[in-house]
Structure formats: C-alpha cells, structure tokens
T-cell receptor, first 113, second 115 residues
Framework: DSGVTQTPKHLITATGQRVTLRCSPR?????VYWYQQSLDQGLQFLIQ???????AKGNILERFSAQQFPDLHSELNLSSLELGDSALYFC????????????FGPGTRLTVL | DAKTTQPPSMDCAEGRAANLPCNHS???????VYWYRQIHSQGPQYIIH???NNETNEMASLIITEDRKSSTLILPHATLRDTAVYYC????????????????FGKGTKLSVIP
C-alpha cells in the first residue's frame, strides 16, 4: 500500500460524458502527478500540481483539466469523452516538487462505451 | 531527459538473481537513474535510484558503470511476486523549483520469474 488513494476504482460511461477522478496523496506529500496508461501509448504523464499550483503539463488534452485543493487532494476532470480515452489513470505523489521518488495509487480504470 | 534502452522481455528462475540491463548512453552529468516496476495493472512502484555509485536497498541493487552509460538492476533472489514490467528512467533529480520533473516511462522489460 503506497498510501495514495484513488476513487473510483472503476468507471464506465458513455461517449460525450464528463467524469471526475479523485486522488488523495500520501500524508505530507505536496506534489501530485496524473498519468494515463493505455494499451497503445503506455504510461504517459499528464499534469503535475505542487501545493495547489500547476507545475508541469505533459500530454494532457484540452478536454482534460485538473486541480489540487487546499487539503492537497486532487481531481482530474475528463470531458467530452471519446472511446480512445478508455485507459487506466494513475495518480502519484511525492514530498518534493522535484520528486523522482513518486508513490503511485492503485489507479482508476475508465471505460468509455 | 536521456533516453533509455531495455530488452523487451527476460526470464529468470525463481530463487536466482535477476539482472535487468539498461542502456542510457546519452545520460548527462546531472541525471539520475531511477527504476520502477509495475505488477500487472497496479500502480508503478519505486525501486531504487542512483547517480554514479552503486546503490542497495531492501528491494534491489543498482550497479552503474563507471562511464554511466549503462546500469543493471539486480533482484538478488527473484520470487514469483517479482514478475512485472521494470522501467529504467533517466531524469534530473532537481534541487531547484524550475522545470518539470515528471517521469517518462518507456516500454520497460517484462520480467517473468519461472518456478
């Protein structure tokens, strides 16, 4: 158990819909990262927040957005969903903004039908 | 960040040492080598990292060549639970607030530990 929690574990929805994925980092970790893992693209970095502020963006689509709240939990919002958005979404946290030692949650499996 | 090259798959007999190689010939002086693993669809798990000296922890050992162009992750006594995809990542460790420090995952090495 990494100490990072993600909800929900599974999510099934239809194309065009909007969903919110939630992540609670390890106690004391200020940095949160979101990653997407699909069969064809592998693990890809989406976005990083540190202490409530956006720090880095990766291959995140404009239809996706995220935020980190004062209590440090983070939410990833996915809208206008397409079939290709079906993937595992992982959240990770680290103590430092620059953390190479990241602790990953169990992931949310999103299925878009 | 420097790119890495890993064999796509490897087998190891249970109880034997698993030696997973990684080539990172374009590594820069301020880049560290990190190893993570992912057990079937679970979240990746940090294993170990190093700069130029060999490192050991309770999970594994990391051997980095003197020219730092390659490294080997060693699992001393592989068990069935070590079956996973192992990722070698080269990244600036960073001690300033600037820049982005995400992990860039390649395809990794799928290690199968065989009974």
């Amino acid at each position: 158990d990494s100490g990072v929690t993600q909800t929900p574990k599974h999510l099934i929805t239809a194309t065009g819909q909007r969903v919110t994925l939630r992540c609670s980092p390890r106690s004391g970790d200020l940095s949160v990262y979101w990653y997407q893992q699909s069969l064809d693209q592998g693990l890809q970095f989406l976005i990083q927040y540190y202490n409530g502020e956006e720090r880095a963006k990766g291959n995140i689509l404009e239809r996706f957005s995220a935020q980190q709240f004062p209590d440090l939990h983070s939410e990833l919002n996915l809208s206008s969903l397409e079939l290709g958005d079906s993937a595992l979404y992982f959240c990770a946290s680290s103590v430092l903004q620059t953390g190479g030692e990241q602790f990953f949650g169990p992931g949310t499996r999103l299925t878009v039908l | 960040d420097a790119k890495t090259t890993q064999p796509p798959s490897m087998d190891c007999a249970e109880g034997r040492a698993a030696n997973l190689p990684c080539n990172h010939s374009t590594i820069s002086g301020n880049e560290y080598v990190y190893w993570y693993r992912q057990i079937h669809s679970q979240g990746p798990q940090y294993i170990i990292h190093g700069l130029k000296n060999n490192e050991t922890n309770e999970m594994a050992s990391l051997i980095i060549t003197e020219d730092r162009k390659s490294s080997t992750l060693i699992l001393p006594h592989a068990t069935l639970r070590d079956t996973a995809v192992y990722y070698c990542i080269v990244r600036v460790k960073g001690d300033s607030g600037a820049g982005s420090y995400q992990l860039t995952f390649g395809k990794g090495t799928k290690l199968s530990v065989i009974p």
